[in-house]
């Protein structure tokens, strides 16, 4: 991992969705350099103007294919549907070596977005673990916030919580959750990632029960130095 006091370069694999498109915004309105990463490249340069036109032409944000922007970029971001896990860590995988993985994907599959529903692995982060293989680093992050939240510049209230395979890995982690201006906390080792990613459903349900969208969490009882 990089130590460089230089802004990192970031790839959003699925940016051209809800929830990477967000976090793109966030990210690129503070300086990174963002990588819009699709299956389709024209469809990555068209959300990819569309965050630049937002931002006034002060950002640095490019659409590419998924295997370019990953090669491309210092950290990697991956924000398809569950459905697509898989498949979209395959085709970058050789090209993730050396590089920290973020996984935000939740693995439900709709229409059963109410329950939760946990893949063999654990979690759809630590499947990303398996399918990286060894030596990989893999965090996960984002699962609680909904893209409502992102692709605005209002502050958001919820918490980020970060799980990942290493300290280095939740810490570079937690440095763009606050980049993204948002409170991140440290959740602990990988496997813990099953219980954030299965909260996603349970939040999904008090939004429905209570006719919210964007229902988040929040870490009390403790100061924050
Ligand atoms: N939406 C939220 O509020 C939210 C909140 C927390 C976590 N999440 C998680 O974040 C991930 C992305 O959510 P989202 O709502 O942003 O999803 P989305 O908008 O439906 O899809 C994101 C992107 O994934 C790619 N994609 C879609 N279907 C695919 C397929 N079958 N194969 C390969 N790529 C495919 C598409 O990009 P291209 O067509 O450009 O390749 C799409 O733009 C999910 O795992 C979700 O559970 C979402």
Not at 87 to 104: A, C, H, M
Not at 194 to 205: A, K, P, Q, R
């Amino acid at each position: 991992m990089n130590d460089s006091p230089l802004l990192l370069s970031i790839a959003v694999l699925g940016g051209t969705g809800r929830e990477g498109k967000g976090l793109a915004y966030r990210w690129a309105k503070v300086g990174y350099h963002v990588f819009i990463g699709s299956r389709s490249p024209d469809k990555a340069k068209a959300a990819a103007q569309e965050l630049w036109k937002m931002l006034a032409g002060n950002a640095l944000v490019e659409g590419l294919s998924n295997q370019e922007a990953a090669q491309k970029a210092d950290i990697v971001v991956l924000t398809v549907p569950y459905a697509a896990h898989r498949e979209t860590l395959e085709s970058v995988k050789d090209l993730l070596k050396g590089k920290l993985l973020i996984d935000v994907t939740v693995p439900i599959t709709p229409p059963k977005v109410t329950k939760v529903q946990m893949p063999p692995a654990g979690s759809a982060a630590q499947e990303a673990k398996q399918i990286l293989g060894e030596g990989s680093e893999v965090a996960a992050a984002f699962q609680n916030i909904s893209h409502e939240h992102l692709l605005q510049d209002q502050d958001v209230d919820c918490d980020v919580l970060v799980t990942g395979t290493s300290k280095d890995a939740r810490n570079e982690t937690l440095k763009l959750v606050s980049a993204a201006g948002l409170t991140g906390w440290d959740a602990g080792p990988i496997e813990n990632s099953v219980i954030l990613e299965g909260l996603t459903s349970v939040l999904i349900n008090i939004n429905k029960q209570y006719g919210s969208t964007h229902a988040g969490i929040k870490i009390t009882g403790v100061n924050k130095t």
